[in-house]
């Protein structure tokens, strides 16, 4: 099967204890990528080795100048209008136009992260939500806590294949639900891809067939490997009925600071979204931090400085990536080149034989536990995207292995060559052993730059 509707997280057990306060049902459980993040954290001040894999940040300092900017914004106090300052808005849409996007200000809501911006979307669109498998841990997650059902659909690169989107849209309305939106995430966590134009187009024509919002997480835009290669936006084809929404957390590595933005449709849907998601965010955030606007709106305006500064980050992330999936590849995985962001996604099945009869594992939850228990090697299973349960995919998150201090990740950015500097090599070398260990196969380091 195709598709399946997602099932709540199990009922927490401590619902009602007698004499305590009572809980409701819990809809979702703490997010996986942040659950790992604790984890490590526990064991490196238990003084235990660690490959922290699992957490998706950027892993860079902020740029000087926007520092500059945000220490200058100091005095902006006040809660401003819910979509943001008008600077901001007219930068973000000064932003989507140097991507043949043109945009009116007007339709840009700014909130405190895209995935913020993301949850109010799919509460202001209403009805459930189609998504790829796999896919980003939150889009299944924010449904549910909108009330509304998450339908995976295979696909690929954050795209999910056409043909079964269709059938999903079709037997969901059978069944009596209503898919009223898809999300797409170009380029793609977990997978580290692009999905082709051509999937791109046939999912926004299933959407154009079948009313079909389109949602396209773009937060990783800027940041395919090869900067020249040709992008489509589903914004571009479907333009009325294609929300987008980026951010400075992976591309200026400003997670932290929390700031999204949301490109809202042309033609009549774009007001109507518009003030649905304002309504959602004025009883949710009130607005994005004041401060951190005025420094958004200058990355936004993308002055040379921080041009230059993403295109560092994007040598670095794909030189980075490449090594740790030439070390999955070399012992015995299945790995999809990586093509953007700082993610690689291999795949154990070559090696389920190896993993069943060394170590009694089946699926990709124990592969994961076992990494993280044996070797403090941290990643996440597919499953947590929403991959079928025996599957043995893992993520692998690069970009913490840059080093533990600003020094070192600043050195990252500047290296011709990364993964020489002494803490990534000895991560890329730590890797192979464990590899080699946990398969009984190969072992050894070979060139360090791959
Ligand atoms: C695919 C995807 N979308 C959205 C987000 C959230 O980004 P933000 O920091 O803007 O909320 C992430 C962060 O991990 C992500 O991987």
């Known amino acids: 099967m195709a598709l399946t509707i997602a099932p709540f997280p199990a009922t927490s057990s401590a619902a009602a204890r007698p004499g305590r306060f009572c809980l409701g049902a819990s809809r979702v459980a703490v997010s996986a990528t942040l659950a790992a993040n604790e984890t490590m954290d526990a064991r490196r001040r238990r003084g235990e080795p660690v490959l922290p894999m699992g957490f998706g940040e950027a892993g860079l300092p902020a740029h000087p100048l926007l520092r500059e900017a945000l220490a200058d914004a100091a005095g902006y106090t006040s809660y401003g209008p819910v979509a943001g300052h008008a600077r901001l808005r007219e930068a973000a849409a000064s932003y989507w136009g140097r991507r043949g996007l043109p945009t009116d200000p007007d339709l840009v809501v700014a909130g405190p992260g895209s995935k913020a911006l993301l949850f109010g979307l799919v509460s202001a669109i209403g009805g459930d939500v189609a998504v790829t498998r ?68 046939a999912v926004c024509s299933v959407a154009d ?137 291999p795949d154990f099945s070559p090696l389920a034989d190896v993993l069943l009869k060394r170590h009694g594992i089946s699926g990709d939850d124990a592969l994961a536990a076992l990494l993280l228990a044996r070797y403090g090697v941290c990643v996440l299973p597919g499953s947590a995207f929403g991959e079928q349960v025996g599957r043995l995919r893992l993520r692998a998150a690069t970009s913490l292995l840059y080093g533990e201090t600003e020094a070192q990740r600043s050195a990252a950015l500047d290296a011709a060559d990364p993964c020489s500097l002494p803490w990534i090599a000895a991560s890329l070398d730590r890797l192979d052993e464990v590899l080699a260990d946990l398969t009984g196969i190969g072992g050894g380091t070979t060139a360090r730059s791959g």
């Open 209 to 345: 067939r079948h009313d079909l919002i389109v949602i396209s997480d773009e937060i990783y835009r800027d940041l395919v490997h090869d900067g020249e290669a040709a992008f489509v936006s589903p914004a571009a084809l479907a333009p009325e009925r294609t929300v987008v929404t980026t951010g400075l957390s992976k591309n200026l590595a400003l997670g932290g600071w929390r700031l999204g933005v949301a490109r809202l449709p042309d033609g009549w849907l774009g007001p109507e979204l518009t003030g649905r998601l304002l309504a959602v965010g004025s009883e949710i955030w009130s607005a994005p931090a004041g401060p951190v606007q005025q420094a958004a709106a200058v990355a936004f305006a993308e002055p040379p400085a921080l041009a230059e500064r993403v295109a560092l980050s994007r040598r670095l992330h794909a030189r980075v990536a490449r090594a740790v999936a030439l070390r999955f590849a070399r012992a015995g995985a299945s790995v999809p080149a990586p093509q953007a962001a700082f993610y690689v996604y």
């Open 134 to 201: 796999p896919s980003w841990v939150s889009y299944a997650a924010q449904a549910a806590l909108a009330g509304h059902a998450a339908h995976f659909v295979s696909g690929d690169a954050g795209v999910p294949d056409a043909g079964q989107l269709a059938r999903a849209v079709s037997a969901a309305r059978a069944a009596g639900r209503q898919i009223r939106s898809v999300i797409v995430t170009l380029p793609d966590n977990p997978t580290g891809r692009t999905a082709p134009a051509a999937a791109v187009r």
